[in-house]
Nanobody
Framework: QVQLVESGGGLVQAGGSLRLSCAVS????????MGWFRQAPGKERELVAA????????YYVDSVKGRFTISRDNAKNTAYLQMNSLKPEDTAGYYC?????????????????????WGQGTQVTVSS
């Protein structure tokens, strides 16, 4: 059974930084495109950032551009989300997701329905 385990969330003051990690128990991790989603109470889940299986292509939602960076380490089967200059509106549960990809090593995926596997989430709270 595939497991995605997020870590690195917590409470931080506005302007601070956190780095989220997503460890994936999948031997073919390098064949997966990855995404980080977030969901705040009463709001829909939204894609924050995505990275292709090759790592060549990335996507960011406008509200985090220039502040967040998605990356991956295929040797460690881990994806990361570096979050800088955090704002109170970044407060949410953050979830990583993986999509098995046979081809298209450059493609990123934006829809939650496109992903095959999900983690349980880690809470990020930014105080003002």
């Amino acid at each position: 059974q595939v497991q995605l385990v997020e870590s690195g969330g917590g409470l931080v003051q506005a302007g601070g930084s956190l780095r989220l990690s997503c460890a994936v128990s999948l031997r073919t991790f390098s064949s997966c495109a990855m995404g980080w989603f977030r969901q705040a109470p009463g709001k829909e889940r939204e894609l924050v950032a995505a990275i292709s299986r090759s790592g060549i292509s990335t996507y960011y939602v406008d509200s985090v551009k220039g502040r967040f960076t998605i990356s991956r380490d295929n040797a460690k089967n881990t994806a990361y989300l570096q979050m800088n200059s955090l704002k109170p509106e970044d407060t949410a549960g953050y979830y990583c997701a993986a999509k098995a990809v046979v081809t298209a090593s450059y493609k990123v995926y934006q829809g939650p329905d496109e992903y095959d596997y999900w983690g349980q989430g880690t809470q990020v709270t930014v105080s003002s």
